[in-house]
């Protein structure tokens, strides 16, 4: 997405230029792809050989733009399809395909995106952040907001962050918002809110030493959506965001008026892996058919991790999953595994002795389904939760085998459906993807198609493990009921 603009100036409160930053071809509003290997791009232009495999839906930094495959345009709908360039090589298609369904409803670009990945490489790398999608906007739009606090969704104050150049830069970073939404604005508070439902990993950053500048220069502030996603090699991946043009009093407003799900883990693996991602370890690929079906063979780790979340853990008092689970090198009939868990402002999972639990699984190859209580566990009654793992207990006997996963709610039915505060919502449902029709391209034009941002993503560090259960670690108290 190229272009963005408020079609009057509110009172003298905000420009009617251009807010979309266009200096090259890694801004825009746009989706980043990021896989491995590490060194994909270890000859590619010299300022970004540490990308890894990282196809952009703009194009690269060669100025050669991303082609467009499918263009059509219909009532209040815009679908284009394109082959994405990888970012840091010259004019290297990313096997893979973007497609954006996008529409305008008020002062909100609905926006519907699908990934479909074809790598002749098929190894499953492990997850990375991705740019789902990126924001740049011109340095007018310097005050980046988002909400920290513990009490999400009750109109507490939101955080901000600026630049005061040349002093204080805004370094390029991760942020934990507890609202699934940041917002780029002006002085006046006008500008553009990202929204994108249940993600709480983004990232924020500015460039440049100015605090102005059009959409060719190269100021520009700079907030994503860079949840973890494993990326298979055939993979198709969906979701929506939703881009809200306003003060940010609308912006915060449109999130609270959007349905959001009830507390806690509610995932059922059906078709998906909703989020979930690993850590040396590997599932058994795409498609994903009813179940997680994870191998563990490396005991301290091997990490089954959530999506960013943020529950308040009394609200969670106990957590059921169904799971069947088998090591081969143990003729043991229990397994000790391991839950631990974020806090929204822990930089990583830390593991350490307030933040994680002991408890077992049936070493017998068979389902059923497991109750933790949590209820009298303090630690994690008492704090808000920003993401849970799962793991063989570092302290346990080696593991050789795997464990299946069919979901993991706060139910022991099975997950919940229910949302709250949600009003009747029309769903972004893509349409039949239209025959491609050739998109010309005049000499020396990039195409016009939503574009992918550059900025390359760091995975969050590992915490350092300790292999044994200290003095303060407490069992948790696991039933299984069927």
Known sequence: MTYLAFRNDQGGKVSTRNMIN???????????????????????????????????????????PSRVTAFEKQDNLLYVKCVPKQFALNNEDGEATIEHWIRLEGNVVKVHARVVL??????????????????????????????????????????????????????????????????????????VGLYVPNNYDWKKGYFGSDLDGDEYSQVASYIAATNFVLLDHNIVHEWDYALIVGHLNEIRSYVYAQPRPVAGPNYRFDTSRK?????????????????????????????????????????????????????????????????????????????TDDRRMNFAL??????????????????????????????????????????????????????????????????????????????????????VVPVAPVVPVTPVAEAPKTNECQPKCVTIVVTRIR
């Open 118 to 191: 074809s790598r002749n490489d098929k190894t499953q790398y492990e997850a990375r952040q991705q740019e789902m999608p990126c924001v740049y906007l011109n340095g007018e739009y310097h005050n980046m907001w988002y909400y920290k606090g513990n009490d999400p969704f009750t109109n507490a104050s939101a955080d901000v962050i600026r630049p005061v150049p040349p002093k204080e830069r805004v370094p390029f970073g991760d942020v934990y918002p507890t609202e699934p939404w940041m917002a780029s604005t002006n002085v006046n508070q006008y500008g």
């Open 275 to 351: 989020g979930w991602y690993y850590y040396n370890t590997q599932d058994t690929g795409w498609p994903i058919n009813g179940k997680l079906r994870v191998l563990l063979n490396n005991t301290p780790n091997n990490h089954i991790k959530s999506p960013f979340v943020f529950w308040k853990g009394r609200e969670v008092p106990k957590i059921y999953i169904r799971a069947a689970f088998r090591n081969n090198e143990s003729q043991d009939t229990k397994s000790p595994f391991r839950l631990s868990w974020r806090r929204p402002d822990d930089v990583a999972l830390l593991r």
């Open 22 to 64: 266009n200096a090259d071809l890694g801004r825009q509003v746009q989706i980043a792809l990021y896989g491995g290997p590490l060194d994909y791009s270890k000859n590619g232009a010299p300022a970004w050989t540490g990308l890894g495999w990282d196809p952009i839906q703009a194009g690269d930094t060669y100025n050669n």
């Open 362 to 447: 049936d070493n017998d190859g068979q389902y059923h389904t497991y109750e933790i209580d949590l209820s009298k566990n303090e630690n994690w009654m008492s704090q808000n939760i920003g993401q849970i793992e799962l793991q063989p207990a570092p302290d346990g006997p080696r593991v050789n085998g795997w464990l299946e996963i069919e979901w993991i709610s706060t139910s022991p039915n099975g997950p919940v459906t229910e949302t709250i505060n949600s009003p009747v919502t029309e769903v972004i449902v893509p349409p039949v993807t239209p025959t491609p029709v050739p998109v010309k391209q005049p000499d020396n034009q990039a195409p």
